[in-house]
């Protein structure tokens, strides 16, 4: 079958999809959007984590016939002009990287909970992030990255271990 949507703002046209494929298989291996990793393809890790008309989800739970007529944002949509965004950068400066596999997901898992909640406690980061694993960074680097991103984008100063 055919899946057309608009993905990252930009009208797209998948052929030849199965009707078993997911979202991500698609985004991955036909659109050459390699940013949302395939971990579990259970709905388990966060790993491949999507807007899909803006609600984030687990893009290898979504069937790709799902997204047809609808707006998929991943990871390679959230920079803006080419630049990483504060979301990306702070990331970066926190230290809150390593194997990098997790990363693209709570990119995206993050973004959502700043544009829902401009200034989140450390309870709301944890809840936001719950669905987001990682084996690599033992949480704190990733919440260090949360509280800095926040601090940039609401010129506060970041509560916690990042400056
Ligand atoms: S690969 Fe989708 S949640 Fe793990
Ligand atoms: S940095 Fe390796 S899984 Fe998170």
Request: hydrophobic share 40%; charged share 20%.
């Amino acid at each position: 079958m055919r899946v057309s949507c608009t993905v990252n703002g930009s009208p797209t046209v998948a052929d030849d999809v199965w009707e078993g494929e997911s979202l991500l298989y698609v985004l991955r291996e036909r659109l050459g959007l390699p940013g949302a990793k395939n971990a579990c393809e259970q709905g388990e890790c966060g790993s491949c984590t999507v807007y899909l008309d803006d609600v984030v989800v687990c893009a290898c739970l979504v069937a790709a016939g799902q997204a047809q007529g609808r707006s998929v944002r991943t990871v390679e949509g959230i920079p803006t002009a080419g630049a990483l965004d504060a979301v990306q950068q702070a990331f970066l400066d926190a230290g809150a990287v390593q194997c990098g596999f997790c990363t693209p997901g709570l990119i995206v898992a993050t973004d959502d909970l700043l544009r829902r909640i401009p200034a989140p406690s450390d309870l709301q980061i944890r809840e936001a992030l719950a669905g987001n694993l990682c084996r690599c960074t033992g949480y704190e680097k990733i919440l260090d990255a949360v509280r800095l991103a926040t601090a940039r984008k609401t010129g506060g100063a970041p509560e916690g271990g990042a400056g």
